[in-house]
């Protein structure tokens, strides 16, 4: 029985974890290294539960009772009562690695250990730990609060008590979850980060321009969002290392990242966090203005003379 849950990683993710598991009734102990994430993470979480309330989604008992079943903390002391713990720290393989090394210390008997991981082997991961039969993905969407899915991702030892327990309370959050196997980018990130690279490859062939690749996508497919704006929402940095996970860990051409998303991260134009990718991002303004890099056709790599063919009879 799942009373007790440790998250480690105050971040984007971090924050939204807490706040389903705090409002589904489980007690939360959200550990960060820096103190300030932690403080961040609470200002968001509260910010988040008062929307929800202006919304009747929920009702002011549960905004006060899942605040009250937060706990912050910097130390990892909390893992040795919890029964499950999830991982949310940066998508960096040496950190996840020693921090699962560092769990399996502390967690006791019969604790699940689930990583939020977006792109590195859950079997990896799990194969650092004694106990890989308890290492499972378990990949929330962002906003969590909003997104229903929940990736459920069994890596090569995980155990079908553990697929079935993180299956259900899944559902307990009120979330969706969808069992899938660890191969490179799950399914998720193996659909979906190739259509944002063919987007930008796109762009890069001169294809189209920013506004046309994401219109048709938006318009004909019934996308939310175009994949350059979600590229820059994603963040570009982010895209290009999924991109090479998928390259190296299938060793297929049909996965390189496209030149121009390699050089624009090169460039620091990381999309919405850095202020400018695709499109241009002024802080307070909601207003979708294409970078001005893009905004003008340019010629594409093929050019030159237009063969007029052969003369009419
Ligand atoms: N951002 C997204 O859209 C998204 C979506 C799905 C999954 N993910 C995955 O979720 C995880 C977290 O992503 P994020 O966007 O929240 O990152 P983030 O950079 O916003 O937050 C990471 C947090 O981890 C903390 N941290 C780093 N090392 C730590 C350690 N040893 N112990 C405790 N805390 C530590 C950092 O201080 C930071 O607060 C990553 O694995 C990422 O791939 C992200």
Do not use: W
């Amino acid at each position: 029985m799942i009373g007790q849950v440790s998250v480690i990683g105050a971040g984007t993710m971090g924050n939204g974890i807490a706040h389903v598991f705090a409002q589904a009734g489980y007690k939360v102990v959200l550990i960060d290294l820096q103190e300030p994430q932690l403080e961040k993470a609470l200002v968001t979480i509260t910010k988040n539960l008062d929307r929800q309330l202006s919304k009747g989604v929920i009702t002011e008992e549960v905004r006060q009772s899942a605040l009250d079943n937060i706990t912050l903390a910097t130390t990892m002391n909390a893992i040795t009562e919890s029964q499950l713990v999830i991982e949310a720290a940066t998508e960096n393989a040496d950190i996840k690695l020693r921090i699962f090394k560092n769990i399996d210390e502390l967690a006791p008997p019969g604790c699940i250990l689930a990583t939020n991981t977006s792109s590195i082997s859950i079997t990896r991961i799990a194969a650092v730990t004694s106990r890989p039969d308890a290492v499972i993905g378990m990949h929330f969407m962002n906003p969590v609060p909003v997104m229903k899915l929940v990736e459920v991702i069994n890596g090569y030892s995980t155990s079908a008590y553990v697929t079935s327990t993180i299956v259900d309370l899944s559902r307990k959050l009120g979330k969706i979850p969808a069992v899938v196997n660890d191969y490179p980018g799950f399914i998720a990130n193996r659909i979906l980060m190739p259509m944002i690279n063919e987007a930008i490859f796109s762009l890069y062939e001169n294809v189209a321009g920013v506004e046309s690749i994401d219109t048709v996508m938006k318009l004909g497919m019934a996308h939310p969002m175009g994949p350059l704006q979600l590229a820059d929402f994603i963040g570009l940095d982010v895209c290009l290392s999924i991109m090479q996970v998928l390259f190296e860990g299938f060793g297929n051409p049909r996965y390189a990242p496209c030149p121009l998303l390699v050089n624009m991260v090169t460039a620091g134009k990381l999309g919405v966090k850095s202020g400018e990718g695709f499109y241009s991002y002024t802080a307070g303004s909601k207003e979708l203005v294409v970078s001005p890099r893009f905004s003008e056709t340019r010629p594409g790599p093929v050019s030159g003379k237009i063969d007029p063919g052969p003369p009419a009879e």
